[in-house]
């Protein structure tokens, strides 16, 4: 019998102890706490609700500024449809930047027209070089940039300069050509994309022809690359405004101006977007281009017409039109 209570005593303990140690563990701290780090397992951005409040969690993402108009895409490349045109100055957060496309709110563009809003600088790498993760050669190299590649540099410092992908050794490089720099330029006519009108464009002019500055800044250290090998390369059309457009539209239905060439509709020419530019393409230059041109991010893009070349960073040469490159 005493055997019996003892062990009923025992076991009215054990639950009463239970208990409580079901009642510790609903202490709101310590219940939150696991609480929280199941949460966090399962989402590492954007908003944690909490029981009573919502908390913003900022991630690591930083305000950016587009240095010209530039097109907001839903992945992270050319072939990827635009959702809009984001107009020059517009301010978006990053919130990560990969192969040269930065992912911010709504989309993807390209990090080559994002800079600090007001402070950064536009600059050209004068040789292959290495992008690394730290401002050290013994760093890791994330990729390495081609002769003549613009990067919008953030800040230098100890001869290294800041980048929204990594670390470039200032030695290498320089101003962009001699061009004006991406945030200056003159206003020269709103551009179009896919139809659409888009933002103004800033241009500065080369041969004559209006040249969207972006595109202008790395033109010119190809052209200057060119020069250095006995090769001119003469800017025959760049910037179009839609009345330019249609005037070269025109041509080409009636065949009455311009040689009849081919002509996109106005607002579907990407002369209207800043990206194109029609250059002298006798035999020597063009066999140049076809040689070099893919290193500063021109390529060919129309089967018809060799002195129609694109910027379009990043591309193979040979991605729109097949024709023998390097």
């Not at 076991?11 to 701290?29: E, H, I, L, M, T």
């Not at 100055?89 to 027209?113: E, K, P, R």
């Not at 690359?225 to 009345?243: D, M, Y």
Request: net charge positive; aromatic share 10%.
């Amino acid at each position: 019998m005493r055997v019996v209570l003892a062990l009923a005593l025992l076991a009215a303990f054990a639950y009463v102890a239970a208990s409580k140690r079901v009642k510790f563990d609903k202490v709101p701290g310590i219940v939150r706490n696991k609480q929280a780090s199941s949460f966090f397992k399962r989402h590492t951005k954007a908003q944690i609700k909490q029981r009573n409040q919502d908390v913003e969690v900022e991630s690591d993402a930083y305000p950016q500024c587009t240095t010209d108009a530039l097109n907001l895409r839903n992945g992270p490349s050319t072939g990827n449809g635009v959702i809009r045109t984001l107009p020059r100055g517009t301010t978006v957060n990053v919130y990560s930047v990969n192969n040269g496309w930065a992912q911010v709110d709504g989309g993807y563009v390209s990090s080559q027209f994002l800079s600090n809003c007001g402070n950064a600088v536009r600059q050209c790498t004068t040789t292959a070089l290495n992008l690394r993760s730290e401002p050290s050669t013994n760093a890791r190299v994330i990729r390495t940039l081609g002769t003549g590649t613009a990067v919008t540099v953030l800040s230098s410092s100890n001869g290294w300069a800041t980048t929204s992908e990594g670390f470039l050794s200032t030695q290498y490089l320089t101003n962009c050509g001699g061009a004006a720099p991406v945030s200056g330029g003159s206003p020269c006519g709103q551009s179009y994309v896919n139809g659409s009108p888009g933002g103004e464009k800033y241009c500065v002019r080369i041969d004559g022809e209006n040249v969207v500055t972006s595109t202008a800044a790395v033109f010119n250290v190809m052209k200057n690359a060119a020069a250095s090998a006995g090769i001119t390369l003469r800017v025959n059309s760049g910037f179009r405004t839609q009345s330019e457009q249609q005037y070269f539209y025109n041509c080409y239905i009636y065949k009455n101006c311009n040689s009849g060439n081919l002509a996109a509709k106005p607002g579907w020419s990407n002369h209207q977007n800043g990206i194109a530019l029609d250059i002298n393409s006798p035999s020597n230059v063009y066999n140049w281009l076809v040689r070099n041109a893919s290193r500063y991010g021109f390529v060919r893009t129309v089967p018809s017409e060799v002195w129609h070349w694109e910027y379009r960073p990043g591309s193979r040469c040979n991605a729109f039109v097949s024709y023998s490159c390097n």
